[in-house]
């Protein structure tokens, strides 16, 4: 048996507006496991990986990482762990964003080795060899010393995912990774993505890239109205006669 | 008179305002930052107090406010003034007034940078004080140099302001030999002293925007 990395329970998130996002939300991801979430805009998929990695917080059910309890509900409210254990915690993932969010004044270099030098005290010399590995496996070699501004998309992408692998994570969430590039970028990005799957990189990826989500996932989700209203193996949701699921993946493959 | 003689009493006093330039420099813009956190505060208490302070400090005379610290001592704490507090005034006058206009500049170049930057660093596991000084600064200070280097120009005609307490800077003894001498020349010369002295500055914070510029 896997060890289980990552275990949401019922979450929900209604936001102070009264949106109600999430409804009821679980989750199990083993080690090694790549689970794609899937659905139309609004049903609740980028708001479960921002709760997942605390950046919104939750309003019910809990998140736990490696066995270790990170946010949970009791009598009516939210607790998280302390803080020693919420940074041990917060080391075990790492978060690639739809629109980058490199740091525009460090070099390709910099960004990647700054949080594992000032973050978790790695030596200079060490994280510059790490850098350079994860460069040559995403095949940024030669933009170690570019700014992130002279990159393409794609490259950018590519940058902040190896920006996210320098930390070490057990597991990786991708939020929309290639919706802010057009096909051909979108290609290289997920060319990369495949890659780690096949390295057995534990990943939790948000798309619309339903091929893609197809060839890459060892589960799909299918989320609308911030519930899962399907979920299994590519072929059974894609052969699914779930009327509506078919309806939604018809759109995006057709 | 003879022209050298005013000439080198007129260095004298640009001394003076390059002294209240370079001093209120220092102090306003690391004291505006710290208003500027001020004022973003999620403290109701500490963000009201601010907005008071800056409303007063945008909304009165700074000539005003130059009389006020001057005379404060006095009034408030029965303390003697000496005339050496003259020039301490000043620089108090000058930097706290300063420091709420660059305070406005600061929040809004805070404000402008995308929250994404925040949660990036966040989840890299950066501390909130770590992002702030490694990540979100250098692009802060990036975006406000043209507003920064309009207040600075100011700043170098507003040191003129200083002859209401009678410091000796640049203007107070243009004024006082144009008085004695009944010209206007002196005051000419200031004028294209505070000129060349701009000039100076907006070269200078030029060549600072273009080194800032290596990244977009």
Known sequence: MAEVLLEINNLKKTYEDGNEVLKDFSLTVKKGEVVSIIGPSGSGKTTVL????????ISGGSVAYIGKKALWEEDGKVCQASRQ????????FGLVFQNFNLFPHYTVMQNIIDAPISVDKVPRQEAIERAKMLLERLGLSDKADHYPFRLSGGQQQRVSIARALALQPKVLFFDEPTSALDPELTAEVLKVIKQLAAEHM???IVTHEMQFAREVSDRIIFMEHGIVQAQGTPDELFDSDNARLRDFIGK??? | MQTSTMLSQLASGMLVSIEIFVLTLLFSLPLGLLVAL???????????????????MRGTPLMLQLIVVYFAPYYVFGINISARFRFTAV?????INYAAYFAEI??????SISVGQWEAAQILGYTKTQTFFKIILVQ??????????NETITLVKDTSLSFVLSVAEMFTIAKQIGAREASIVPLMVAGLFYFVFNYVVAFGMEYFEKRMSYFR
């Open chain 2, 106 to 111: 600061f929040r809004a170049g805070i404000q």
């Open chain 2, 38 to 56: 001020g004022r973003m505060s999620k403290s109701r208490i500490l963000s009201g107090i601010i907005k008071v302070y800056i409303a007063i």
């Open chain 1, 252 to 254: 995006f493959t057709s």
């Open chain 1, 85 to 92: 254990d919420m940074k041990e915690i917060k080391k075990c």
């Open chain 2, 140 to 149: 802060v200070i990036q975006r406000i140099i043209p507003p920064v280097t």
């Open chain 1, 50 to 57: 921002r709760c997942a990695t605390m950046l919104t917080p």
């Open chain 2, 91 to 95: 620089i108090i006058a000058f930097s």
């Open chain 1, 202 to 204: 534990t990943m939790i």
